[in-house]
Nanobody, 124 residues
């Protein structure tokens, strides 16, 4: 069992930066693939980025690549998402997810555990 708690969301102006963190409790954090997803009002949950236990990363190519960076610290059981050059369309609730056996990193149903989400609002 893994429990995930996100933090670091807030209100930021367009062009600004935020760093989201996800703290995981439970054993064997290093064996999980970790992902970040987001969901804007009235829209489906959208893949943002993922990092496998090997350290291999995957980004949503259309929306965030080049602006967002995912990283993990297995010693601290945390995964982070550094977001730069934020745009109003990045406004959403951001969720952290953990998966024990993740095939397609961009598929929400590949993940076993989810955090409660943290709100990110980018003003124009």
């Amino acid at each position: 069992q893994v429990q995930l708690v996100e933090s670091g969301g807030g209100l930021v102006q367009a062009g600004g930066s935020l760093r989201l963190s996800c703290a995981a409790s439970g054993r064997a954090f290093s064996t999980y693939a970790m992902g970040w997803f987001r969901q804007a009002p009235g829209k489906e949950r959208e893949f943002v980025a993922a990092i496998r236990r090997s350290g291999m990363v995957t980004y949503s190519p259309d929306s965030v690549k080049g602006r967002f960076t995912i990283s993990r610290d297995n010693a601290k059981n945390t995964v982070s998402l550094t977001m730069n050059s934020l745009k109003p369309e990045d406004t959403a609730v951001y969720y952290c997810a953990a998966g024990n056996s993740v095939g397609t990193a961009s598929a929400p149903n590949a993940y076993d555990y989810w955090g409660q989400g943290t709100q990110v609002t980018v003003s124009s």
